[in-house]
């Protein structure tokens, strides 16, 4: 080996926790600070997962998820037609950033719309405005809905963004066709289990299903996480931010932490302001 070879892969395994080389034949695990097994499975899940970006592209650089681990993977083809794999866990710095899109998002309410609930000035309409807050600041959120239980016990759309709220007015959903769950606590719904998140008697299900994918974006949900909001100890609607892209868009811990402590927030103020009466 020559020693400018030497020192690119000590270079390498330096900034890197796993180095593959993949050739024709197979592939090489050339580095890992984890144990080969391990290390040999995140790079099939990787293949696999990846397969129609690694075939078209000569070169990649993609985020790759496996279990509590965040992945940088850089693939860069060599001379000889090989590929070489680089993984970088990134897990603490996605957490930093998660909690600097928090404190952005804390921040521009507390500015935008405290005040204005506890002063009266808040109208339907900010709740436009707040929906949009979390597609704007968080990534990997495509679109927010905020549903109410309005005085005759129905569920219904107050405000969206990024949906059709003129065709989701037209819904008027019972208790019963959402998933009990919701009513508890926060819940995060996956791709194989959007279409199901609602609980639709025979007779309505085709037709709300229909205004649901129509206006809603139903089909093209890959995963959303569902925040409750209670007065007077009652579950009294929810928030629903939803991932267009991502099935593990709400898996980490510091979503769901921060969902759970908007989930308080939301009902504080709903309990100690007019804010139910002003959403309708």
Wanted: glycine content about 4%.
């Amino acid at each position: 080996m020559k020693g400018g070879d030497i020192i690119f892969e000590k270079l390498l395994n330096k900034l890197s926790d796993i180095v593959v080389l993949s050739k024709i034949n197979g592939y090489e695990i050339v580095h890992t600070k984890y144990k080969n097994e391990i290390a040999e499975t995140i790079f099939k899940l990787f293949l696999a997962e990846n397969e129609k970006k690694i075939i078209d592209n000569y070169d990649i650089e993609v985020e790759f998820e496996y279990k509590d681990k965040i992945f940088k993977v850089v693939a860069i083809t060599t001379d000889d037609d090989c590929k070489l794999y680089s993984f970088q866990e990134i897990s603490k710095l996605k957490e930093i950033e998660l909690y600097k899109y928090t404190l952005e998002f804390l921040n521009q309410i507390q500015k935008k719309y405290i005040k204005k609930i506890f002063t009266g000035a808040f109208s339907k309409k900010d709740w436009k405005g707040f929906s949009e807050k979390f597609v704007k600041i968080f990534p990997n959120v495509d679109s927010a809905s905020l549903i109410l239980k309005d005085k005759d016990g129905f569920f219904s759309f107050i405000s969206v963004y990024n949906h059709d709220i003129k065709g989701l007015k037209k819904l008027k959903l019972r208790k019963s066709d959402f998933h009990p769950k919701r009513f508890e606590n926060v819940t995060v719904i996956k791709l194989d289990e959007v279409l199901e998140q609602y609980h639709f008697s025979t007779k309505r299900k085709k037709e709300i299903t229909e205004i649901l994918i129509k206006c809603g974006n139903l089909a093209r949900i890959k995963s959303l996480i569902s925040i409750p909001i209670f007065k007077d100890n009652e579950c009294i609607g929810f928030l629903t931010l939803d991932s267009w892209e991502r099935e593990d868009a709400f898996d980490n811990r510091i979503i769901k932490y921060f969902s759970k402590m908007l989930s308080e927030i939301l009902s504080n103020l709903f309990q100690y302001s007019d804010l139910y009466e002003k959403s309708f």
